[in-house]
């Protein structure tokens, strides 16, 4: 089964996660408009395309600077194995 960033995170800050209404609900959970990319649910497996997710619990800033902190990261490297021969969104 392909996971969510937030399932594979655990960070509890997609709607109706266990952290959502202490430190907020993502962007990256709500992203509908990337609904079904990679087979995830809203932008659950491009989160790295989406400015000022909460991972981490670092809040990322620009588009740029969150390309950089994600190429880094296991949930992208994941998604890029399992999408294997395409390229994750840009
Ligand atoms: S981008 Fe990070 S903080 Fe946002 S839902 Fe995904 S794993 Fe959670």
Same mark, same amino acid.
């Given at each position: ?18 952290? %959502? ?11 509908? !408009? ?22 981490? %619990?670092?809040? !990322?800033?620009?588009?740029? !600077?969150?390309?950089? !902190? ?21």
């Amino acid at each position: 089964m392909k996971l969510n960033c937030w399932e594979y995170k655990r960070c509890g800050r997609q709607p109706g996660g266990d952290r %959502s209404e202490e430190l907020g609900i993502c962007p990256a959970s709500v992203e509908w !408009s990337l609904d079904g990319a990679h087979d995830g649910k809203n932008a659950g497996r491009v989160c790295w395309v989406v400015s000022g997710t909460y991972c981490d %619990s670092l809040v !990322s800033g620009t588009y740029a !600077s969150e390309v950089n !902190s994600c190429d880094m990261c296991d949930f992208f490297q994941l998604v890029r194995f399992e999408e294997q021969g395409d390229q994750p969104a840009a």
